[in-house]
């Protein structure tokens, strides 16, 4: 009989990928096919908001997959489920169909998706003849399972990181990687023919791109499948890890890898990633070594740490902040700050680059990404989760774990002049992003309405800040104070 491996949008590539490959074992013991689904839900991209970016990325990732696992004789296909709670159902009716043994998937860590595989377990026990296994794949260290002495998973960063480090160091074994599948006999592609002919689905009415040339633009920036993402990695090594302690946070120096969409939507395993730092960084453990190299693998270790919060605090991806008092806040319905925050005509040049960022190349530095969501949370006092939908609606990396916990609101706010006067100290960023002001000389590029005279400004044609920051920063602090207070 035959075996299955249901890929999701957090696993689409053959590296290094531990349900496929233990489907993958398990056909080869049986002596049946090894078979490959995913499910397509236009429903679910509604629901999540995945920008046109992100779901095109994600089909031309599933083209290449397709095409390679065809030359390995693994159909690869291609299962749209029209409503969004029918999804095990149409599992079942796959596995029944094409004669499943066992079906293999990578565990995802949402609310939904875990009921979801919850309610696969359910249907599978209720059946002899086929079981089920759910692997940890999207991290090093399985979320939820590093805990403090007291024994419960850690909440504080620093001493989860420590502890990453600890037991990576100790068990060198927890990056190794696992081959990718070595196919069926050619007589799979008779035996499976229409499989092999279900084609990649064309992107819904709702996802798509302003215009070809737009589309044409996104794919260039973010050239689809692993080979692509292995490339960029390769190149991150050769040319700006060295400098990345130094200059990760200065958006005008591109200093970071833009790896987030092949991690996000596991176009990359985070294991190889890893080991082929650690060979770069001429096998010295993850926690020493070159800056760059340990500063870098740090942010990994980010996005692992925010997967274990996504574990212990589950109500983070059903629309709550993870601090339950933040739900209590009474936000402002501002509709013109909002649209001005959007459009990236808030007054504020630093904010208004990242925005135009974000919506030209589907992607936002990380520096940016805090400021922005600072100032639509506080200073606008938006509620922050209508700008994290806005996130994931543009953003090619959306990935649910990190989002929520970037948006997490908290007394903190930047100073948007300031940060950019530290981190773009050049004004180089600003003037790429905001043309009006790429003639503004000198420091006066930072806050043009307040440092340029009033008609040098005015032929500007750039808007007036939309709020004062002393003053909106103030009411902000004064409003989570009494709505927490009150919680
Ligand atoms: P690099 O600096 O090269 O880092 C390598 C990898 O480490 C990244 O690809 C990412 O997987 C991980 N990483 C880096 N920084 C962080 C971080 N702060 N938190 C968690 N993981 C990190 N990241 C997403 O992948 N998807 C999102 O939807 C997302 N939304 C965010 C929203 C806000 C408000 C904030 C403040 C941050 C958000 N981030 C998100 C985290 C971070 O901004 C991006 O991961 C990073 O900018 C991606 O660029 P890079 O791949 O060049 O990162």
Known sequence: RNVLHWFRSKDIRQEDNKGLHAAAQKAKEGGGSLISMYLFSPKDMEWHGTSPARSDFILECLRILKSQLEEKNIPLAIITAEERGNKTDKVMQFAKENDISHIFANMEYEVDELRRDVDLAKKVQGQSDISLDVLHDQTVIVPGSLCTGAGGPHKVFTRYYNDWLAITKKKPNLIDTCPPPEGNDKSAKQAHQKLFDSTIPTLPESKQFGSDKERDQIRKLWPAGNKAGMQRHADFLKHKIANYAANRSEAALDPSSRLSPYFSSGIVSVREILRNTQKFNQGKDLASGDAGVVSWVREIVFREFYRQVTVITPHTSMNLPQN???????????????????????????????????????YMHNRLRMNTASYLRANFLIDYRIGERYFAEHLIDWDMSNNTQGWEPSYTVFNPVIQAEKHDPNGDFIRKWVPELAGVKGKAVFMPSERLGKREFEKLGYPLPHVEFKESSARAKARYKQDLASA
Do not use: S, Y
């Not at 933040?326 to 001005?340: C, L, S």
């Not at 990236?344 to 680059?353: K, L, M, N, Q, S």
């Open 324 to 362: 339950l008092k933040f739900d209590f806040v009474h936000w402002e319905d501002d509709e013109e700050g909002w649209k001005k925050w959007c459009e990236g005509r808030t007054g504020i040049p630093f904010i208004d680059a990242g925005m135009r960022q974000l919506n030209t190349e589907a």
